[in-house]
């Protein structure tokens, strides 16, 4: 085995702080998780923890940016291949309410996030997919597919209808929600359709 530069090491040990820092924070969540834990069995010292990540909430920004990152592509490989903007709009809507009940994401993104970090970080990490959502709104609006008094608002709309609905079914065990959730987003969004 040829010996690692300075770089490899430590993007070795920022992956590996980073794989079991998510693993207990999606388990067992923020408050609950301790930076000793997180070290534990990496042979690393909090030191080396503290050098790649500021502090713990320096750890979770980076493993919730990951989370985000990873929804984003969920809902782009949905709608990648559909032609239709209204089917575009639709299924992306429903494919982000899905990663509500996944489990790698759910508790990461719907349940610590909001409480972990700062609204101008959770804005900053859902910009993408917001501006996806509002690209797609007004593309619709534009061919007269989509009738609102604003695109703009109607998007900021939708993205908070989406939100809450996202959070309601990740605090939920219930399969039922997310059925749920899917069916008023496309109610929602029909009665706008011209």
Request: hydrophobic share 45%; proline share 1%.
């Amino acid at each position: 085995m040829p010996n690692l530069t300075k770089a490899e090491q430590t993007r070795q040990t920022r992956r590996a702080i980073l794989d079991r820092a998510r693993q207990l924070f999606a388990e067992q969540g923020y408050a609950a998780t301790g930076t000793e834990e997180i070290i534990r069995g990496l042979g690393i010292t909090r030191g080396a923890l503290y050098h790649q990540f500021k502090d713990k909430r320096g750890v979770f920004t980076a493993v919730a940016a990951e989370a985000y990152r990873e929804m984003t592509d969920h809902i782009n490989q949905q709608v990648r291949s559909l032609e239709d903007s209204w089917e575009q709009l639709v299924v992306g809507c429903l494919a982000f309410l899905e990663v509500a009940q996944r489990e790698d994401l759910r508790r990461l993104i719907f349940i610590e996030a909001p409480v972990v970090l700062a609204a101008e970080t959770l804005v900053e990490f859902d910009q993408y997919g917001f501006g996806l959502l509002q690209d797609s709104i007004q593309m619709l609006v534009h061919e007269g597919q989509l009738v609102t008094i604003d695109a703009e608002g109607f998007s900021h709309l939708v993205n908070g209808a989406l939100n809450e609905l996202a959070a309601w079914v990740a605090q939920g065990e219930d399969s039922e929600r997310l059925k749920t959730a899917q069916a008023l987003v496309e109610t929602l969004l029909a009665q706008h359709r011209a």
